[in-house]
């Protein structure tokens, strides 16, 4: 992986904070022990110990991913609607 970043799956996330004491340079915590990522890429230099962090998240909610540019990144599918005609179902009593 060349570049990556980290992402939190705030769901898992018990606020343990163990992602911080391991990459305090990266991942700061807040009073409640829970991650405040740092934005951008992580230095490839310091992947070895952000993946140290996210393999012992004890709720495995820490996650590395491939930080894409904004070029590489698929453009958003349009969706368009389609207007339809209004039918009214007819009973047949």
């Known amino acids: 992986?060349?570049?990556?970043?980290?992402?939190?799956?705030?769901i898992r996330c018990d606020g343990y904070g163990l992602?911080?004491?391991?990459?305090?340079?990266?991942?700061?915590?807040?009073?409640?022990?829970?991650?405040?990522?740092?934005?951008?890429?992580?230095?490839?230099?310091?992947?070895?110990?952000?993946?140290?962090?996210v393999d012992c998240c004890p709720m495995k909610a820490l996650f590395l991913e491939p930080a894409a540019s904004d070029r590489d990144r698929p453009a958003p599918a349009v969706r368009r609607s389609v207007a339809r005609p209004i039918t009214r179902a007819v009973r047949g009593d």
């Open 19 to 53: 992602c911080g004491d391991f990459v305090p340079d990266l991942i700061d915590l807040d009073e409640w022990r829970y991650p405040i990522l740092r934005p951008g890429p992580v230095d490839p230099s310091r992947l070895h110990d952000a993946q140290r962090a």
């Open 1 to 10: 992986m060349k570049e990556a970043k980290f992402r939190v799956d705030w």
